[in-house]
């Protein structure tokens, strides 16, 4: 079995099956893939698309074939020297519904389940009302009104003999210990007389066990016909369409281990942990060695057969302890590693999902390979996007929308929305919890819990990452400076009072050490705060800055995206250098992406818009212009136009960023389908932005408005044409920039990880659109053409090129995986007239050396040209340092030519005379250079 060398993220659900998956391994075997990255197998949901909402981590899904079609996929990809990588969810399952034994079993026992551990629940709540229960928001309609209907009914499933209410798709189950007070209103002898067993389980510790008997009791006397028909008879009587079926089944669900509320209420007063503010979602205590243990059984035991080569652990940021969770991991893949099969890969790989900020960077000690690559998604698209255009885009932007082109302020303006509105209640927790120790201490008694919530709420406002690290030993090193710069934020926002506060929460947040209190008491309380501090500000920055800000501030939509740095429009080649030569010395096996299944815009959108930035100042002309022509179109309501004026211009620079090449006005039925696509992402982003419209009370008219500007504008010829001619200007820059940004994946320190379809043009865009179905057919059509690249560029426009250089560069890092694996990374100086255009770099292993030299804002020097290629001439003068290298042979990994340095330098035209991109390796033993 072959070392990870490069992985296609695939997205299971069961429209594509293992099975479906396994028809295709030979052809990924062939592109070069190493392994299949697939999406979550563990069962979830029926018919998740995703397999994030799991609800039996000890089982594969049924609906993707089971453990039997894993198997079979697994031996398909051993056939083909191919593994597999799974994706785990250690965060959350899915509750709500009916589907998830554990949760059901919390809410039929509460406390007493042996599963209440395996949540993250709060038994002891501020609210007297929910001691010892859970809050419940999943009903459609406040509780009074689904009472009184006929939605909210009681019911007995004779499969398990147990009760529950019914509500559309959710069970409520009743305590069993409760069962009495059903069956004292069945006018049958044998039922009524069962009601006294199960009310003395109210007195026994082993009531969990016991009940097995009083079930077999009740499913003995229901088989008797007359006992069935007063079951039915007294389940009636909790009918909440009558006054007193209403007060029976209110009376009977105040007796339950759970409070059946309205959704509404869930942000406000919900007493679990939920992923992020997504109430079918309920957090896991993984740090519990009993749930671990629980949820880890079977992909540690399909690592142990040797089925599973690498872990990628999703949203490892939710964990309490993310640090001490990958170290167990780690160890326990250690412990099983001697028990793989003979010829498995010696290291079992893990892969976290963790979105690093700006000067953020991996923690060393966790025991990781790296993270899943969204900072090369970043890196690339600040490299290509052109600083020159910052300062016009900008100014459009303030013109047009009246917001500032401030991407931070837009963010800390978000951050205090997310903590009132959508996650008030984990606020309120935390807050709590800080006040908790506050109170413990003589010298911190006074200080109120409205103090404590001010002083979290600047904190939180300010923080610049998602979460920090913090644990019983005290604040890592390596975060200090982040809670410093929110701390330094915070300070500026509050009265001298609060700010004495701030600085106490800065103490017991990690600033002293937890271990070193004076008593037990105090260290728990402290501990605890830390980790339900931890545990918000992850999901307030996803929330803020992915599903807020990234929608409402548009300086240029492709630089706001999962992971990206949205507060520059553009990094410097020195910067992307940096970010490489840090990855080679510390995380050199991680993945590297520029797709993936959370993106919010296709790889090729972004690389479309990138070239847009090169032309600023002509697009800002176009859009005065496009807004005059679309007037007509534009509705004003009550709140004011519609669209938006900043909704509208980021709906034109979707336009141009998703109009692929191949698209043209006169293709009606590809109009159609693509203004429903946008119309898709285009409501999406309306409700992630919240100010016109929102998910939790969305703008039906604001919504219907929006969606008919833009149906408008595609059927109005004139505004339509001017649109299909910008597009067609982003063309070639576009196609230019993503062949670079593939070319980049899979030449820098890491490991390329391909998603789904990508190997062709990827104008998707937000989700659900980057899941649709791959057509591998015509994928592997392509392949067995076998087109050399450059043959390949003639026909650039339908993506085939892009599949023929990611087959010969993933043959390239087949052939020399030492170099890939283990070689250097080192800047390479380019000289001349278009210098700033060309970022180049080397890597070296032995005597093995590859020169990368990629084009950037080339769009002027494609001026006229037919293929996404600068011509020779356009380089002038321009020249690509490779000091020590004189005379110095290297051969194109992608035309095969070969090129001998001069005067310790390349010229550029040379390096990319037959490719738009220059891959060049050379053996310095061979030719017995030194």
Known sequence: ????????????????TLDDAAQWVGYYARLGISHIYASPLQMSRAGSPHGYDGIDPTRIDPELGGEAALERLVARLREHGMGLILDIVPNHV??????NSWWQDVLAWGQASPYAGFFDIDWHPADPLLAGKLLLPFLGEPYAEALHSADLALRHDPDTTSFHVAYHEHRFPLDPCGYGDVLRLAEHAALWNLAPHFDALQQRDDAYTAVAECRRE???ALTEPSAQQALTQALALFDGTTRGGAIRLHDLLERQHYRLAWWRSGADEINWRRFFDITELGGLRIEQPEVFEAVHALPLRLVEQGWIDGLRVDHVD????????????????????????????????????????????????WGVDGTTGYELMNAVSAVQHDPAGAEPLGNLWRDVSGREPDFLAEVRLARREVLTTLLTSEFEACARALHAVARHSLATRDITLAAVRR????????????????????????????????MAGARGELSPPDASVLEWLEYWLGGEAPAGAADADERWLRQRAIVRFQQL???VAAKAVEDTAGYRSAVLISRNDVGFDGEHLSHSPRQFHEANAWRARHFPHGLVATATHDHKRGEDVRARLAALSENASGFATRVERWRDLAAPLRQVLAEGPAPSPGDELILYQM???????TLVRGDTDAMQRFAERLAQWQQKALREAKLRTHWLWPDDAYENACREYLQGVLATPELCRELEAAARELDLPGAL????????????????????????????????????????????????????????LEHWRDGSVKQAMIARLLALRHAHRDLFTHGDYRPVAVEGEHEDRLVAFLRQHGDQQLLVTVPRLCAALLEGAERPHVPSSRWGNTRVRVTGESCAAWQSALTGTTLRATDESLAAGELLSAFPVGIHIRDMHRHGES
């Open 94 to 99: 899915a509750v709500g519904g009916s589907q």
């Open 455 to 486: 002083a979290l709420t600047a904190l939180i406002v300010h923080f610049p990452v998602y979460r920090t690290y913090a644990d019983d030993g005290g604040r890592p090193e390596l975060d200090a400076p982040f809670f410093d710069q929110a």
């Open 737 to 792: 920039n993503g062949l670079a940004q593939t070319a980049l994946r899979l030449t820098v320190p890491g490991v390329p990880d391909l998603y789904q379809g990508c190997e062709f043009w990827d104008y998707s865009l937000v989700d659900p659109d980057n899941r649709r179905p791959v057509d591998h057919a015509v994928r592997q059509a392509a392949l067995e053409q076998d087109h050399e690249p450059a043959a390949a």
């Open 318 to 365: 939710g964990l309490a302890d993310p640090r001490g969770y990958c170290r167990r991991l780690r160890a326990r893949l250690g412990e099983i590693q001697k028990r793989r099969p003979q010829g498995a890969v010696r290291h079992v790989a893990i892969f976290v999902e963790k979105i690093l900020a700006a000067d953020e960077t991996l923690h060393r000690d």
């Open 1 to 16: 079995m072959s070392e990870i060398r490069a992985t296609v993220r695939l997205q299971f659900h069961r429209g594509f």
């Open 655 to 661: 336009l141009l960023g998703a109009w692929s090449p």
């Open 537 to 539: 500000t992850s999901p």
């Open 218 to 220: 009740l499913r003995q």
